[in-house]
């Protein structure tokens, strides 16, 4: 048993691992106490899921029932390499019993009936290499910018430093001597 586990009462355990199952606590709490009203239950686990045993219990479930990133990335690795062909018949119907010896299921998206039989769609192997690429890195996402920084004005700062001359000129003050224009008529 899981240490933050252990420690739960037997109740406690059954919660949490019926939540892990199914994340809802309602629900879980229900489970464990069947004569439970439904209001009853949602307080209840409420009240469960807020205490921090509890709380470390299911995420220490969660997390080990997580999928290692080793396996992901095989499964990965299968969808890209795999050819669906050998698991073709001569009649051109698929071979679920080679699937399954083989353990790919997983590779199957979906099933569906048509007049004709069963209908296999399969996840995209491209979309797979595409993901693979991601986490090899094997994308330069990034983009180069150069900046060519100099002392040069800006034409707005030139223009900017032009009006300001020009307004400085108008502020200041004028002489009115004698051998001012503004004094010869």
């Known amino acids: 048993m899981n240490e933050k586990l252990s420690i739960l009462s037997d109740a406690h355990q059954r919660f949490v691992l019926n939540y ?8 879980a709490y229900m489970n464990v106490y069947p004569d439970c009203s439904y ?3 949602r307080r209840y686990a409420s009240a469960l899921t807020a205490k921090l045993d509890i709380k470390e219990a299911i995420a220490e479930q969660f997390k080990l029932r997580a999928m290692p990133k080793e396996e992901i990335l095989g ?11 050998q698991y073709i018949d001569d009649l051109g119907r698929i071979d679920i019993a080679k699937i399954k010896k083989d353990n790919i299921g997983y590779m199957i998206k979906g099933i569906s009936d048509t007049k004709f039989g069963k209908n296999f769609t399969f996840h995209d192997s491209a979309k797979a290499l595409e993901t693979l690429a991601k986490v090899h890195k094997l994308f330069d996402d990034k983009t ?7 002392n040069e004005k800006s034409a707005e700062e ?9 307004k400085d000129r108008f502020t200041q003050p004028v002489n009115v001597g004698e051998n001012s224009a503004l004094t010869q008529e």
């Open 144 to 150: 180069e910018v150069t900046v060519n920084i100099n």
């Open 39 to 41: 209001e009853s239950a």
């Open 75 to 85: 499964r990965l690795e299968n969808l890209a390499k795999v050819d669906i062909q």
């Open 20 to 27: 892990v199952d199914n994340p809802n606590a309602t629900r």
């Open 158 to 166: 030139e223009i900017n430093d032009r009006l300001n001359s020009i």
